[in-house]
């Protein structure tokens, strides 16, 4: 590991204790899809919360092209596939998805996105 990947893991791990002396018990985590680092990035968190007993999380991995547009409504939950990653949905139906997900935690420990 390089000293910026150690230093980053140390941040997550320090955020994370804050978020347990806070008294944090859920956590929804966005990360946009096809950043380059952002696969590094999603690994490196996610197996820190896996470890995790105290903080329930779900993981929502958003469309890069997603743009704003008309809320459809009609969008599904799909278990994250990296060969989702060109899908193309409006921020409008990812904001109600995330609010979804808040709200019904059907995707408790585990990686999630969305498309028509």
């Known amino acids: ?19 347990k002396d806070s008294g944090v018990k859920y956590i929804l985590i966005l990360l946009e899809m096809n950043k380059e680092d952002s696969w590094e990035r999603k690994e490196q968190i996610l197996e820190l919360f896996k470890l995790e007993s105290e903080i329930e999380w779900s993981f929502m991995l958003v469309p890069s092209n997603a743009k704003s547009g008309e809320k459809s409504g009609k969008y599904k939950y799909v278990n994250f596939e990296k060969d989702k990653i060109e899908n193309s949905v409006f921020l409008e139906d990812v904001a ?15 990686e999630f996105t969305i498309e028509y």
Not at 1 to 19: G, P, T
Not at 96 to 110: G, L, P
Request: hydrophobic share 30%.
């Open 1 to 19: 590991e390089d000293k910026s990947k150690k230093e980053q893991r140390l941040l997550y791990k320090s955020i994370i204790s804050k978020m």
């Open 96 to 110: 109600e998805a995330v609010v979804n997900e808040i709200i019904e935690k059907r995707y408790i420990k585990k």
